[in-house]
């Protein structure tokens, strides 16, 4: 390859990078991850239920067409994790097989509108479940981290709060206080409430 044909490719491959950072973080990475390879494809898409503790969670695994590489997202709905995991398996399933894993943003999209009614809690966790199993493979095809994806760390740390939850104000003062000992400056109480059945 001579000076002219270097310069030239060198040319190209900037003015890509330029476009691609010009049309958003989410351009430039799948560029990044295309890398000249063929497009990845969405195989199947796995939901897990388990239950750590009291809290019942779904997850979901997208497979691709590359051996090996997943993703990994959250579609936890702690009151009706069945209802997630049903809509995962006969709505979101059947949609997303066969499509591009980095085409994030139109599977979101389209997915979304896919329903007449919209913005319901089930359909928006299992979507969410969808969706961050796919940035998930973004991220390990580019070798980065997802927050670089979305910008790059923006904070060395986050305060935390802790949860106090009793079924009268004396117990619930006693957590408070624990918190507090513990270290923390931020407590979320929650008090049993008179006619609620049984949940504080």
């Known amino acids: 390859m001579n000076r002219r044909n270097l310069f030239q490719t060198a040319g190209a491959a900037a003015a890509a990078g330029m476009l691609s950072q010009q049309a958003g973080p989410l351009a430039a990475a799948q560029t990044a991850a295309r890398r000249g390879m063929p497009a990845l494809k969405i195989t199947d898409v796995k939901v897990i239920l388990t239950q750590p503790g009291p809290d019942h969670l779904v997850v979901v695994k997208v497979l691709t067409s590359e051996p090996g590489l997943y993703g990994v997202g959250c579609a936890t709905h702690r009151e009706r994790p069945q209802a997630v995991a049903a809509y995962i398996e006969h709505h979101l399933k059947p949609f997303v097989i066969g499509k591009n894993c980095d085409e994030i943003e139109d599977i979101w999209q389209s997915a979304y509108v896919a329903s007449y009614f919209r913005a319901g809690v089930t359909g928006n966790n299992a979507l969410s479940g969808i969706d961050g199993a796919l940035w998930d493979?973004?991220?390990?095809?580019?070798?980065?981290?997802?927050?670089?994806?979305?910008?790059?760390?923006?904070?060395?740390?986050?305060?935390?709060?802790?949860?106090?939850?009793?079924?009268?104000?004396?117990?619930?003062?006693?957590?408070?206080?624990?918190?507090?000992?513990?270290?923390?400056?931020?407590?979320?109480?929650?008090?049993?409430?008179?006619?609620?059945g049984t949940d504080p």
């Open 137 to 196: 493979i973004l991220g390990k095809r580019c070798g980065v981290p997802v927050y670089q994806l979305l910008g790059g760390k923006v904070r060395t740390a986050v305060p935390l709060y802790g949860h106090a939850s009793a079924r009268d104000f004396t117990a619930l003062e006693d957590q408070v206080r624990k918190h507090m000992q513990d270290g923390y400056r931020h407590v979320r109480v929650q008090v049993a409430t008179p006619g609620l």
